[in-house]
């Protein structure tokens, strides 16, 4: 069983709905972090939070520790929200990083 | 915000060649980085974790000696992939932070790595 489950793996959206990537994992957690992969290759984080939400522009990202569970949340999507979304989160002893196998998000105008 | 630079996005080589790739922290001191390697569709693999002024730190399966990590400053850890064979090609990025695990992650631009 991996440390990180993410679901949905593939996500097609029309332009304009909201959209949700789910993320659950096993292990002990001190923060969460949500990656974004273009398909240059290029990564950038999107947020690194420990409770609540957290949100940037059309982007809302949830955690729920009790319940070991995250969503990133997108609003109004856009064709230029298509990419590769990863979450993943610190091992027990913190010296390395557990990732989701990444949810590919494709929005259709 | 803090920008990790990594050098060269792509490159070709002859099998048996050794390939050099560099990853540069360039507002931040960091003493840790990681190196990771990504097949097509698939999520990041962590390759190893270089410490600055001491040996990387491999994940199990990984060649120390096909894959050397040099960090011999703050702001510079390289990986060597020597003598590459077509199994290597793959995608190679790297990461680091200011302040660790609980802090937001900075990217590397990635290595494409093509052998022939």
Redesign the interface.
Known sequence: KNEVEQSPQNLTAQEGEFITINCSYSVGISALHWLQQHPGGGIVSLFMLSSGKKKHGRLIATINIQEKHSSLHITASHPRDSAVYICAVPSNTGNQFYFGTGTSLTVIP | GAVVSQHPSRVICKSGTSVKIECRSLDFQATTM?WYR?FP????M?MA?SNEGSKA?Y?QGVEKDKFLINHASLTLSTLTVTSAHPEDSS?Y?C?AGPG????????G??T?LSVL
Do not use: D
């Open positions: 990681f990504q569709k698939q999520s990041l962590l974790t730190t994940e995608f990025i990461s660790g695990f609980n802090e937001k992650l900075f990217f631009s990635g494409q």
